[in-house]
């Protein structure tokens, strides 16, 4: 069975330093994909970034990068230069692809970020 | 500029009542989603719907139910059947039928309405 796993609750960083937010995942099946979501206090998820399983790169947008380590099953995100409105809970969620049929995207229980000025 | 609306954003029933929540979009979207989020959990599929006149099931659809007579509109009502409706729910849509449509096509949420039943 898929499963998404987040084993950091909570993290701090100071401002304008660099954070890693973890995120190991378990499929069987080679096609998925793994997104991560920023939800700030007010509730709403914001997609931040993708990465398939055959991108050969990983995946960039700004200050986001993930650091893809496919035999690890892990799909760690990366935030430079924090910055305090970066603080937030951040979901790591897969999706994936098994015959021809697509599964649900399924999220970890996220990481609450908390940037200190 | 185009996005999903979910109204209310806070919503108190008393417990043995129906409450719909409502999620609009003007994405032109095919699929739309609603979630179920607890503290310290993750978000957890209620139903989904790929096409109007159609839905799916997702992982704790009982006690709930959900229409989609229109593409924009995908309202979720909580039963008295289900036992915990205390949560924060969300709503979601995608450009096509399913969340990886175009494989990397991501979500898009609503704001969420928190539901307060006592």
């Known amino acids: 069975a898929q499963k998404i796993t987040q084993t950091q609750p909570g993290m701090f960083v100071q401002e304008k330093e660099a954070v890693t937010l973890d995120c190991t995942y378990d499929?069987?099946?080679?096609?998925?994909?793994l997104f991560w979501y920023k939800q700030p206090s007010s509730g709403e998820m914001i997609f931040l970034i993708y990465?398939?399983?055959?991108?050969?790169q990983n995946a960039t947008e700004g200050r986001y990068s993930l650091n893809f380590q496919k035999a690890r099953k892990s799909a760690n995100l990366v935030i430079s230069a924090s910055q305090l409105g970066d603080s937030a809970m951040y979901f790591c969620?897969?999706?994936?692809?098994?015959?021809?049929?697509?599964?649900?995207?399924?999220f970890g229980k996220g990481t609450k970020l908390s940037v200190k000025p | 500029d185009g996005g999903i609306t979910q109204s209310p954003k806070y919503l108190f029933r008393k417990e043995g009542q129906n409450v719909t929540l409502s999620c609009e979009q003007n994405?032109?979207?095919?699929?739309m989603y609603w979630y179920r989020q607890d503290p310290g959990q993750g978000l957890r599929l209620i139903y989904y719907?790929?096409?109007?006149?159609?839905?799916q099931k997702g992982d704790i659809a009982e006690g709930y139910s959900v229409s989609r007579e229109k593409k924009e509109s995908f309202p979720l009502t909580v039963t008295s059947a289900q036992k915990n409706p205390t949560a924060f729910y969300l709503c979601?849509?995608?450009?096509?039928?399913?969340?990886?449509?175009?494989?990397?096509?991501?979500?898009?949420f609503g704001n969420g309405t928190r539901l307060t039943v006592t």
């Open positions: 499929t069987s099946d080679p096609s998925y994909g």
């Open positions: 969620a897969m999706v994936w692809w098994y015959g021809g049929s697509q599964g649900n995207l399924i």
């Open positions: 994405l032109n979207h095919d699929a």
């Open positions: 979601a849509s995608s450009i096509g039928r399913g969340p990886w449509s175009s494989y990397n096509s991501p979500l898009h």
């Open positions: 990465q398939g399983s055959y991108d050969q």
């Open positions: 719907s790929q096409i109007v006149n159609d839905f």
